[in-house]
């Protein structure tokens, strides 16, 4: 590639751009021009993504027209402004180009992944798509932007596009699968982030091993039950994307969704919690949808449930925690 862009200033996006930037030139899309001169100035991103300098060809700006002519750009916007950003974006994006949607979350109301919604703002807008590709799996980005060993998976329909994907991003510290079930991908990519939150409320409870162990289980089990129910394959929830983000997400120290629920256990409200957050808690809007999910396609999510009781309802997590645990017995598959 000559160039690449990345569409979102985050953790994420600078540490996907950094890998990028090994390679190629890459400018590195934030909206605040102001925030995206600092950090040419600094060469780092301190409020994101801090301690990690940036490399000479990792470019910050604030001008969108840096996507025009790329073949290769990245999409890294928190769920809750993605399709705003997108749209604003995309008259600039070239036909042909590869776009990787790195944003994990189902939009509410539409209950749509990230890349159907990038799919329909460019049906809106009358443009023609570029080609999606849907990078997932368990990388934190404190991890990535340090060159920690991960590896992801790029799934997407169109072979050829998922191959440009992992060809532009291997490394040696960034290994990338390919996958044809890019809906699979997505599933895990969002609901795990729900699951991370009941996680978090066991170590806030005091629960133990045991416990986290077991929710962490069945949490997969309700990915894949509804990853089914939407058409995806369940051999992909047993993935990297599904029960790889899974175990990093409900047990990392960088992890912002177990975090929240390791507050939530000790007794603060979502309320109380969200207005400290610096960055998005994708688990915290997809809890909804996830639920809203569950009843289009007929599907039952207990955890998902009582996370979103607890987050948007204050439920107090003891007594989800009870009725969780109260449920009438059955068989475990």
Request: glycine share 10%.
């Amino acid at each position: 590639m000559n160039r690449a862009f990345v569409l979102g200033g985050g953790g994420w996006g600078t540490a996907l751009g950094l890998i990028l930037a090994e390679a190629c030139p890459v400018d590195l899309w934030d909206h605040d021009p102001d925030y995206a001169a600092e950090m040419r100035l600094l060469r780092a991103n301190p409020r994101y993504l801090p301690g990690v300098p940036l490399v000479p060809d990792l470019r910050p700006t604030a001008d969108l027209k840096a996507l025009e002519g790329v073949e290769l750009a990245v999409l890294a916007v928190p769920s809750a402004h993605f399709r705003d950003v997108w749209a604003k974006a995309l008259i600039h994006a070239s036909p042909g180009c590869v776009a990787v949607v790195a944003t994990k979350g189902i939009e509410p109301g539409s209950l749509m992944t990230m890349r159907q919604v990038a799919e329909a703002a460019c049906a809106a807008a009358g443009r023609p798509a570029p080609r999606f590709v849907t990078l997932s799996g368990p990388s934190h980005a404190e991890e990535v932007g340090r060159r920690r060993p991960t590896t992801v998976v790029a799934a997407s329909t169109d072979a050829e596009a998922a191959r440009r994907v992992q060809e532009a991003f291997g490394r040696e510290s960034f290994r990338v699968y390919t996958s044809a079930d890019p809906l699979g991908v997505e599933d895990g990519g969002a609901l795990k982030n729900v699951v991370a939150i009941a996680a978090g409320v066991c170590d806030g409870l005091g629960l133990g091993d045991n416990a986290k162990a077991a929710l962490m289980t069945r949490g997969l089990a309700e990915m894949t039950r509804l990853g089914r129910a939407m058409g995806a394959q369940p051999a992909t929830l047993a993935g990297l994307a599904g029960m790889g983000d899974l175990v990093v997400t409900c047990t990392s120290r960088h992890s912002r969704n177990r975090g929240v629920g390791e507050r939530l256990g000790r007794g603060e409200t979502w309320a109380a919690i969200a207005p400290t957050m610096r960055q998005a808690v994708e688990g915290a809007v997809t809890a909804a949808s996830a639920v809203e999910l569950g009843l289009r396609h007929g599907v039952d999510l207990p955890i998902a449930r009582e996370v979103h009781a607890i987050l948007h309802f204050g439920k107090d997590p003891r007594a989800a925690l009870r009725d969780l645990m109260s449920r009438p017995p059955r068989e475990e598959a």
